[in-house]
Protein backbone atom coordinates (compact mmCIF):
# COMPACT_ATOMS: atom_id res chain seq x y z
CA UNK A 1 0.00 0.00 0.00
CA UNK A 2 1.53 3.29 -1.25
CA UNK A 3 -0.42 6.83 -0.35
CA UNK A 4 1.19 9.78 -0.72
CA UNK A 5 1.03 13.10 0.76
CA UNK A 6 3.24 15.80 1.68
CA UNK A 7 4.59 15.53 5.89
CA UNK A 8 3.28 18.64 7.80
CA UNK A 9 5.45 19.65 10.42
CA UNK A 10 6.12 22.86 11.86
CA UNK A 11 9.55 23.05 11.02
CA UNK A 12 9.51 27.12 12.05
CA UNK A 13 7.78 26.68 15.22
CA UNK A 14 9.48 28.91 18.51
CA UNK A 15 11.55 26.20 20.38
CA UNK A 16 8.90 24.16 22.88
CA UNK A 17 9.37 24.85 27.20
CA UNK A 18 10.49 21.73 28.87
CA UNK A 19 7.39 19.88 30.38
CA UNK A 20 7.49 20.18 34.11
CA UNK A 21 6.00 17.40 36.23
CA UNK A 22 2.41 17.56 36.54
CA UNK A 23 -0.14 15.19 37.99
CA UNK A 24 -1.98 12.75 34.82
CA UNK A 25 -5.81 12.99 35.87
CA UNK A 26 -7.08 9.58 35.07
CA UNK A 27 -10.33 10.45 33.01
CA UNK A 28 -13.64 9.47 33.67
CA UNK A 29 -15.52 8.52 30.34
CA UNK A 30 -18.89 9.84 29.93
CA UNK A 31 -21.45 9.59 27.14
CA UNK A 32 -20.97 9.93 23.90
CA UNK A 33 -22.26 13.36 22.16
CA UNK A 34 -22.41 15.11 19.24
CA UNK A 35 -21.44 18.51 19.64
CA UNK A 36 -19.00 19.81 16.97
CA UNK A 37 -16.12 21.65 17.51
CA UNK A 38 -15.39 24.91 18.37
CA UNK A 39 -13.15 28.00 18.50
CA UNK A 40 -13.10 29.86 21.68
CA UNK A 41 -13.74 28.78 25.27
CA UNK A 42 -17.62 29.38 25.18
CA UNK A 43 -17.83 26.98 23.00
CA UNK A 44 -17.63 22.85 22.74
CA UNK A 45 -13.94 22.91 21.54
CA UNK A 46 -13.29 19.53 21.51
CA UNK A 47 -15.16 16.38 19.80
CA UNK A 48 -14.56 12.83 19.71
CA UNK A 49 -16.25 9.20 20.83
CA UNK A 50 -14.94 9.49 24.64
CA UNK A 51 -16.37 12.22 26.28
CA UNK A 52 -14.63 12.74 29.73
CA UNK A 53 -14.84 14.40 32.70
CA UNK A 54 -12.51 17.56 33.14
CA UNK A 55 -12.90 19.62 36.56
CA UNK A 56 -15.75 21.46 36.53
CA UNK A 57 -17.20 20.81 33.68
CA UNK A 58 -17.14 18.46 30.60
CA UNK A 59 -14.97 18.62 27.30
CA UNK A 60 -14.32 16.21 25.00
CA UNK A 61 -10.76 15.13 23.94
CA UNK A 62 -10.11 16.37 20.60
CA UNK A 63 -10.49 14.08 17.34
CA UNK A 64 -6.39 13.91 16.32
CA UNK A 65 -5.22 14.01 12.71
CA UNK A 66 -2.31 13.04 11.51
CA UNK A 67 0.85 15.63 11.01
CA UNK A 68 -0.93 17.63 13.63
CA UNK A 69 -4.69 18.55 12.92
CA UNK A 70 -8.15 18.06 13.86
CA UNK A 71 -10.66 17.67 10.95
CA UNK A 72 -12.91 20.67 10.61
CA UNK A 73 -14.78 18.70 8.53
CA UNK A 74 -14.67 15.17 9.75
CA UNK A 75 -16.50 13.59 7.43
CA UNK A 76 -14.54 14.29 4.27
CA UNK A 77 -11.71 11.92 2.65
CA UNK A 78 -8.69 11.47 4.51
CA UNK A 79 -5.31 11.43 3.23
CA UNK A 80 -2.02 10.69 4.96
CA UNK A 81 0.23 12.84 5.59
CA UNK A 82 3.58 10.62 3.69
CA UNK A 83 4.08 7.73 2.27
CA UNK A 84 2.95 5.07 4.54
CA UNK A 85 5.02 2.05 5.06
CA UNK A 86 5.30 -1.33 7.03
CA UNK A 87 6.88 0.19 10.55
CA UNK A 88 10.28 -0.82 10.16
CA UNK A 89 10.27 -2.26 13.27
CA UNK A 90 11.59 -5.78 14.35
CA UNK A 91 9.10 -7.99 15.55
CA UNK A 92 11.41 -10.90 16.23
CA UNK A 93 11.17 -12.65 19.99
CA UNK A 94 14.13 -10.77 21.80
CA UNK A 95 13.87 -7.40 19.86
CA UNK A 96 10.74 -5.44 21.10
CA UNK A 97 10.92 -6.58 24.53
CA UNK A 98 13.91 -4.45 25.50
CA UNK A 99 16.62 -7.33 25.58
CA UNK A 100 19.05 -5.77 23.50
CA UNK A 101 21.63 -4.32 25.28
CA UNK A 102 21.11 -0.30 25.14
CA UNK A 103 24.20 0.94 23.11
CA UNK A 104 23.51 -1.86 20.23
CA UNK A 105 19.68 -0.42 20.18
CA UNK A 106 18.39 1.89 17.07
CA UNK A 107 15.90 4.12 16.86
CA UNK A 108 13.42 1.56 15.84
CA UNK A 109 14.39 -0.98 18.51
CA UNK A 110 13.97 1.55 21.07
CA UNK A 111 10.22 2.78 19.67
CA UNK A 112 9.44 -0.83 19.68
CA UNK A 113 10.58 -1.54 22.90
CA UNK A 114 8.25 1.26 23.72
CA UNK A 115 5.37 -0.06 22.38
CA UNK A 116 6.00 -3.03 23.37
CA UNK A 117 6.13 -1.81 27.21
CA UNK A 118 2.62 0.47 26.97
CA UNK A 119 1.04 -2.84 25.69
CA UNK A 120 2.00 -5.39 28.30
CA UNK A 121 1.02 -2.64 30.78
CA UNK A 122 -2.32 -2.44 29.44
CA UNK A 123 -2.96 -6.11 28.18
CA UNK A 124 -5.02 -7.10 31.41
CA UNK A 125 -7.24 -4.08 30.87
CA UNK A 126 -7.79 -3.94 27.18
CA UNK A 127 -5.65 -6.34 25.06
CA UNK A 128 -4.09 -3.54 23.27
CA UNK A 129 -1.81 -5.36 20.55
CA UNK A 130 1.61 -3.38 20.16
CA UNK A 131 1.02 -3.95 16.74
CA UNK A 132 -1.72 -0.86 16.91
CA UNK A 133 0.48 1.37 18.19
CA UNK A 134 3.44 0.70 15.39
CA UNK A 135 0.82 1.30 12.76
CA UNK A 136 -0.73 4.46 14.39
CA UNK A 137 2.66 5.59 15.25
CA UNK A 138 3.67 5.54 11.17
CA UNK A 139 0.61 7.34 10.45
CA UNK A 140 0.99 9.68 12.39
CA UNK A 141 4.63 10.57 12.65
CA UNK A 142 6.43 8.45 10.02
CA UNK A 143 7.47 6.04 12.55
CA UNK A 144 10.01 8.87 13.25
CA UNK A 145 11.99 8.41 9.83
CA UNK A 146 13.91 11.81 9.52
CA UNK A 147 14.32 12.28 13.08
CA UNK A 148 16.55 10.64 16.26
CA UNK A 149 15.97 9.72 19.77
CA UNK A 150 18.12 11.00 22.32
CA UNK A 151 19.52 9.75 25.45
CA UNK A 152 16.14 9.70 27.21
CA UNK A 153 14.49 8.72 24.29
CA UNK A 154 13.06 12.16 23.40
CA UNK A 155 13.12 12.95 19.83
CA UNK A 156 15.04 14.98 18.17
CA UNK A 157 14.24 17.87 16.33
CA UNK A 158 10.64 17.45 18.45
CA UNK A 159 7.26 16.60 16.59
CA UNK A 160 5.39 19.65 15.60
CA UNK A 161 2.16 19.86 13.74
CA UNK A 162 0.90 22.96 11.77
CA UNK A 163 -1.15 25.51 13.91
CA UNK A 164 -5.10 24.60 14.55
CA UNK A 165 -5.87 28.07 12.80
CA UNK A 166 -8.65 26.98 10.87
CA UNK A 167 -9.06 26.32 6.96
CA UNK A 168 -8.04 22.81 6.61
CA UNK A 169 -7.53 22.31 10.47
CA UNK A 170 -9.66 23.22 13.06
CA UNK A 171 -9.96 26.61 14.82
CA UNK A 172 -8.14 25.71 18.24
CA UNK A 173 -6.63 28.19 20.12
CA UNK A 174 -4.16 28.28 22.66
CA UNK A 175 -4.97 26.11 25.39
CA UNK A 176 -0.88 26.09 27.47
CA UNK A 177 0.26 29.08 26.36
CA UNK A 178 2.67 27.50 24.20
CA UNK A 179 4.36 25.01 27.05
CA UNK A 180 4.40 21.97 24.57
CA UNK A 181 4.26 23.24 21.25
CA UNK A 182 5.78 26.63 21.54
CA UNK A 183 3.11 28.27 19.77
CA UNK A 184 1.15 30.90 22.47
CA UNK A 185 -1.49 31.87 19.84
CA UNK A 186 -2.93 28.13 18.06
CA UNK A 187 -2.31 25.34 19.22
CA UNK A 188 -0.40 22.37 17.46
CA UNK A 189 -0.42 18.29 17.53
CA UNK A 190 2.54 17.24 19.19
CA UNK A 191 5.44 14.10 19.84
CA UNK A 192 5.08 10.99 17.96
CA UNK A 193 1.81 10.02 18.65
CA UNK A 194 0.20 13.66 18.00
CA UNK A 195 -1.60 15.01 20.75
CA UNK A 196 -2.89 18.48 21.04
CA UNK A 197 -2.03 20.01 24.30
CA UNK A 198 -5.35 19.78 25.62
CA UNK A 199 -6.00 16.39 25.27
CA UNK A 200 -2.47 15.66 26.73
CA UNK A 201 -3.34 17.49 30.10
CA UNK A 202 -6.22 14.74 29.99
CA UNK A 203 -4.46 10.95 28.73
CA UNK A 204 -0.66 12.13 29.24
CA UNK A 205 1.62 9.48 30.57
CA UNK A 206 4.50 9.01 32.43
CA UNK A 207 5.89 5.87 30.77
CA UNK A 208 9.56 5.68 31.65
CA UNK A 209 8.62 6.62 35.35
CA UNK A 210 11.13 9.83 35.13
CA UNK A 211 8.44 11.88 37.06
CA UNK A 212 7.17 13.93 33.86
CA UNK A 213 4.31 13.25 31.69
CA UNK A 214 6.29 14.54 27.97
CA UNK A 215 4.64 13.72 24.55
CA UNK A 216 7.93 14.35 22.89
CA UNK A 217 9.20 11.19 24.89
CA UNK A 218 8.35 7.80 23.04
CA UNK A 219 7.35 5.93 26.30
CA UNK A 220 5.43 8.74 27.21
CA UNK A 221 3.62 9.15 23.95
CA UNK A 222 2.86 5.31 24.01
CA UNK A 223 1.86 4.74 26.84
CA UNK A 224 -0.90 7.62 26.80
CA UNK A 225 -2.17 6.57 23.04
CA UNK A 226 -2.55 3.30 24.88
CA UNK A 227 -4.37 4.31 27.65
CA UNK A 228 -6.75 6.35 25.03
CA UNK A 229 -7.27 3.54 22.72
CA UNK A 230 -8.28 1.61 25.80
CA UNK A 231 -11.39 3.96 27.17
CA UNK A 232 -14.66 3.18 27.77
CA UNK A 233 -13.99 -0.22 28.50
CA UNK A 234 -12.71 -1.28 25.08
CA UNK A 235 -11.39 -5.27 24.66
CA UNK A 236 -9.02 -4.30 22.02
CA UNK A 237 -9.12 -8.40 20.76
CA UNK A 238 -13.30 -7.84 19.98
CA UNK A 239 -12.69 -6.82 15.88
CA UNK A 240 -15.30 -4.30 16.78
CA UNK A 241 -14.18 -2.30 19.64
CA UNK A 242 -10.63 -2.46 17.63
CA UNK A 243 -12.21 -0.23 14.59
CA UNK A 244 -13.70 2.06 17.51
CA UNK A 245 -10.03 2.85 18.89
CA UNK A 246 -9.05 3.72 15.81
CA UNK A 247 -11.69 5.67 14.80
CA UNK A 248 -11.99 7.51 17.99
CA UNK A 249 -8.42 8.78 16.85
CA UNK A 250 -9.50 10.15 13.72
CA UNK A 251 -13.24 9.28 12.79
CA UNK A 252 -12.71 8.56 9.30
CA UNK A 253 -12.81 5.40 6.70
CA UNK A 254 -9.71 5.88 4.93
CA UNK A 255 -7.79 6.34 8.21
CA UNK A 256 -9.24 3.22 9.73
CA UNK A 257 -7.90 1.64 6.68
CA UNK A 258 -4.80 2.31 6.84
CA UNK A 259 -4.08 2.12 10.37
CA UNK A 260 -6.01 -1.76 9.62
CA UNK A 261 -3.63 -2.17 6.78
CA UNK A 262 -0.26 -1.87 8.65
CA UNK A 263 -1.56 -3.55 11.78
CA UNK A 264 -2.13 -6.40 9.63
CA UNK A 265 0.92 -6.37 7.73
CA UNK A 266 3.17 -6.48 11.50
CA UNK A 267 0.58 -8.56 12.88
CA UNK A 268 1.77 -11.01 9.65
CA UNK A 269 5.52 -10.63 10.28
CA UNK A 270 5.80 -8.26 7.43
CA UNK A 271 8.59 -5.57 8.42
CA UNK A 272 10.22 -3.23 6.36
CA UNK A 273 14.09 -2.39 6.86
CA UNK A 274 15.01 1.05 8.41
Given at each position: MTVVCAVLVAAAAPARAEPTPIPTPIPTPIPRSG???GSTAAEPVLRLHDLVRVTAGYVAA???QPGGGSAAAPDRAWTPPAD???PPIATAPGTISGTIPERQR???DV???AYQKAADALSDRCHLPSALLMALGEVESSSLRGRRLDKDHDVVPPVVGPALAGGRFAAIRDTDGGRLDGDPVWDRAV???QFIPGTWRLWGADGNGDGVADPQNVE???LAAGRYLCAGGRDLSRPADLEAAILSYNHSRQYLAAVLDLHDSVMGGVVAGP
Open positions: LALTRLLQTTKYLGAGPMDAA
